[in-house]
């Protein structure tokens, strides 16, 4: 299967996805693509609705910046700090550290683009051709 692929604005990120039944059906939902409108909280982390339950496998976590988890089946989130819960670990954003994490994702909310395939968050968006 293609790699999935998270972007944020026009910068993919670099990501170590986990070999799990939830990145599976992550990947199988988003498809050609799929933006998320994240939301800051807790001052560690973004949060952002999927819009469906994903198979999960929670387990208590310490996340550390740059960890992706899956929240209560149906919420993706992406840290920039750290914290202890019952998560389904998705993936891990290589490539930055700590302050670019925080630079990215702890000034404001973000939309994320989450494609199969795509290069980035405006080529996933674009429709499909069908000439």
């Given amino acids: 299967m293609d790699e999935l692929c998270l972007s944020v604005g026009d910068k993919r990120l670099s990501i170590e996805w986990e070999d799990n039944e939830s990145v599976d059906a992550l990947k199988d939902l988003v498809g050609y693509g799929m933006n998320i409108n994240m ?7 973004q949060v952002g609705s999927i819009g469906t339950s994903l198979p ?15 929240y209560s089946g149906n919420q993706i989130v992406i840290f ?3 914290n202890s819960w019952a998560y389904t670990r998705l993936g891990k954003i ?12 702890g000034n404001g909310d ?11 968050a405006s080529e996933a968006a674009k429709p499909l051709r069908t000439d």
């Fill in 39 to 45: 939301s800051m909280y807790g001052g560690f982390e």
């Fill in 56 to 70: 999960r496998n929670d387990s208590q976590t310490t996340t550390s910046p740059g960890d992706i988890v899956l």
């Fill in 110 to 120: 973000v939309t994320i683009s989450l494609s199969v395939g795509a290069q980035t």
């Fill in 94 to 105: 290589t490539g930055l550290d700590e302050k670019e994490l925080e630079d990215t994702f």
């Fill in 80 to 82: 920039y700090g750290s």
